[in-house]
């Protein structure tokens, strides 16, 4: 618990490093593709980290100096699967990105989709020794929360305080300076496959970089599509990728849950590839360009050349109608969304006050997803494009990229998380000579 | 699962492995090498750098090649110099008498035609005004080659009979030129004595109260570096004070001309103490005084 609590501790120092020499980069290795962003930060750190968020959500303080998109290798359902193809994918995207921004970059934060997220509410509570909530207090009670019993060889990624109450006072933001008996907080805790990530960090080590924060793609999508009344009220961001789908629901502005349906475009491309019988790139190909999700008359007289090199005239000049292709593709993206329907349902997103659903991710491309979404997820679905930060170049703008932009809101303004707060010195091991000097700080 | 090393060319895998954009790993360090801003700024400032100058101590480190390169410049140098717009082949003296003329250019002996990089124009006016003749000297390089120095001349107004020599000096005492005899410059007065070239202006200022007895004037005569005799002719003497020596010189002339002091037999007008003029008297002069004297005291007996 405390190594985890130190690690966690070590990567925001290494941010906080970053942020003074002005460029960080941020990762997004998906199944499909790797991206990478360099951002640079002018000073705005300051005023941030003074009075909350700063203006433009904190956004306004960086700007795109590197972009690069690169086809993914190695990677399976979000997990490396070979560590050197990963590693070359990582480094082709990397050096890319700092030839566009001209500039080094030691500092990585890095998104990943898969390593089986899975979501944990946590509760505690304490008396106050004093009557005002000091930072101290803050850190107490979220030590106090009861852990769960979260699995052999998994790890904590995020552990996010969502909700603190006073006595009877719920839907604290800041409890801090308040006064009050009983403090008691909600927190949200997310959970990794620890070998999927220690194996993610060792391929990004061997790039030569240093790994700054760690983030899970299903959170990062959120923050970067979700206009605030949707956070506020409460809201699910369902990024469809290429191998995982991330289910994450928002509410008060805090992620509450954050799930991942192993299903994707992917595998909607393998189903062409099956049904039609063309390789996979022609398959992806015509995903793409003539790919949909309801059909019209008029698709029945749409036909698409498959092509081929076989040499066999009949093999090569075969057509399939778009109807055909949409009958191929429509049963799996139902599929998908049955599964994201299943997900929301057990996180018990129909109580929420606003159930707004927003869709993104690469398979959110696909023409007529809405209205097959919201027959299956429920009326209020609008697709989502990542927030317009500063300096990205036009290609870096889509939907798809909305996890990597996401990544760099996460790198500007992080949000308090567990190990931001001190240790409270009980936590501490026994004997341990920081606890003396702890009891000596608290008590003179 | 895929072969661990990529195998023989024509697998597919190497095909594709080739196809793959990826950097290798030197490729992406060494990108990252020279990304960094300290390394970048070594490489391209600080190795041409060590390298010129590096390759400039190893060609100079030889004594044959330095000597080369030095004779090198200096040709270069007196090639440039010797240009014929940087020739000056004249020197134009305006101002100064034919002798004078003479005198300077035996004073700056230039080996005409000659570059103007090597005239040191300050040293030759320094020359030339150190002349005895020159009271001002402008030296300056006029177009075509041409030299110019424009002097102004000192004029002689006395003749010093000194100790060495018969000298010409002007109107501050500045000695001007030698003459052999004191018959050269008749038209000149005459001065004599030690330090009576430092009292030329008094001396002037003397003469030109003594006009009335020009006449007669043979020169003024510095006594004893601090006060002057006027000495005419017939060895007659008029000892003038040191101070004031004018007013009383114009007391003698005013005693000459009411009572033809002068033409007497007096042989000095002793005016060194202003209060009581003294004469001395010639031999005749003399006698005739000790023959009245004697007379009225024979008469004053005579009338007792």
Redesign the interface.
């Known amino acids: 618990m405390s190594d985890l609590h130190a690690r966690q501790r070590a990567m925001r120092a290494m941010r906080k490093a970053a942020m003074q020499r002005g460029v960080i980069a941020v990762l997004d290795v998906g199944s499909s593709k790797i991206a990478c962003l360099v951002l640079r930060f002018d000073g705005g750190e300051r005023i941030a980290g003074d009075e909350g968020v700063g203006s433009l959500a904190g956004q306004s303080t960086f700007r795109v100096i590197g972009a690069a998109t ?1 086809r993914s290798r190695g990677v399976r359902f979000g997990e490396v699967e ?1 560590m050197g193809e990963t590693e ?2 990582i ?2 995207a ?2 890319s990105a ?2 566009m921004a ?3 970059v030691d500092h990585v934060i890095v998104g990943f989709s898969g390593a089986r997220v899975r979501s944990y509410g946590l509760a505690g509570s304490i008396g106050l020794e004093e009557t005002a909530v000091s930072e101290q207090d803050v850190a107490r009670v979220l030590a106090a929360c009861d852990m769960p019993d979260i699995g052999e060889g998994r790890e904590v990624l995020h552990a996010q305080p969502v909700n603190f109450a006073l006595d009877h006072r719920s839907g604290l933001t800041d409890p801090r300076g308040q006064i009050g008996n009983r403090l008691s907080v909600d927190m949200h805790m997310l959970t990794v496959d620890g070998a999927a990530v220690h194996n993610l960090l060792r391929c990004i080590n061997r ?2 970089l240093e790994v700054a924060g760690l983030a899970s793609t299903a959170y990062t999508s959120g923050i970067s599509t979700l206009v605030e009344d949707e956070q506020e009220l409460g809201a699910a961001c369902i990024d469809m990728g290429g191998a995982v789908t991330g289910v994450s629901i928002f509410m008060k502005k805090h992620m509450i849950y954050a799930d991942s349906v192993r299903l994707g475009g992917d595998h909607i491309t393998l189903d062409i590839s099956k049904g039609l019988q063309v390789p996979l790139a022609t398959a992806e190909r015509i995903k793409t360009l003539n790919g949909g999700a309801v059909a019209t008359g008029m698709d029945d007289r749409e036909m698409i050349e498959l092509g081929g090199d076989s040499g066999d005239w009949e093999h090569d000049r075969r057509t399939a109608s778009r109807a055909e292709l949409i009958g191929i593709m429509r049963p799996r993206i139902e599929e998908i969304l049955e599964e994201v329907r299943l997900r929301l349902d057990a996180a018990g997103f129909e109580c929420l006050p606003s159930q707004q659903i927003v869709l993104t991710g690469g398979v959110s491309q696909i023409p007529g997803l809405d209205g097959l979404a919201a027959r299956i997820l429920g009326n209020s679905v609008r697709l989502g494009r990542p927030l317009r930060v500063q300096g990205l170049p036009q290609a870096a703008t889509g939907p798809a990229f909305s996890a990597v932009v996401g990544l760099s809101l996460f790198a500007a303004h992080p949000q308090d998380e567990w190990w931001d707060f001190e240790m409270p010195a009980e936590r501490y091991p026994a004997r341990s000579l920081r606890r003396a000097v702890r009891w000596f700080k608290e008590n003179w | 699962m895929r072969p661990l090393r990529a195998g023989r060319r024509a697998t597919p895998a190497r095909r594709r492995a080739r196809r793959d954009p990826a950097p290798s790993r030197l490729a992406y360090r060494l990108h990252r090498l020279w990304l960094t801003p300290l390394f970048r700024g070594i490489i391209r400032i600080g190795l041409p750098v060590a390298l010129i100058l590096g390759g400039g101590i190893a060609y100079l480190s030889d004594d044959a090649r330095r000597e080369d390169l030095q004779a090198w410049l200096a040709e270069q140098r007196r090639a440039f110099e010797e240009r014929p717009e940087f020739m000056v082949k004249l020197m134009a003296i305006d101002g100064a008498s034919a002798e004078l003329a003479e005198d300077i250019r035996e004073a700056v002996p230039l080996d005409f035609p000659v570059s103007q990089f090597d005239l040191d124009l300050e040293h030759i006016r320094r020359t030339i005004a150190g002349l005895d003749a020159v009271a001002d000297v402008d030296v300056s390089l006029r177009g075509q080659g041409v030299l110019q120095v424009s002097v102004r001349q000192r004029v002689p107004v006395v003749v010093w009979r000194g100790r060495q020599e018969i000298a010409l000096l002007d109107e501050t005492g500045h000695r001007v030129a030698a003459v052999i005899a004191r018959a050269m410059r008749p038209d000149l007065p005459l001065i004599a004595g030690d330090g009576a070239d430092r009292a030329v202006p008094e001396a002037l200022r003397l003469m030109a109260a003594a006009e009335p007895l020009k006449a007669r004037l043979r020169g003024l005569v510095r006594m004893g570096e601090r006060r002057w005799d006027l000495v005419l002719d017939r060895d007659q003497r008029i000892l003038l004070p040191e101070r004031d020596p004018v007013a009383a010189l114009e007391r003698v002339l005013a005693l000459d001309t009411a009572t033809d002091l002068l033409a007497r037999d007096v042989t000095t007008i002793d005016m060194r103490i202003p209060a009581r003029p003294t004469l001395r008297l010639g031999p005749g002069a003399r006698e005739a005084f000790r023959m009245i004297n004697l007379f009225e005291l024979e008469e004053g007996a005579v009338g007792q």
């Open positions: 690169t070979a070359r994918a480094r082709t990397l050096q700092q030839k001209n500039q080094r790039c030569d």
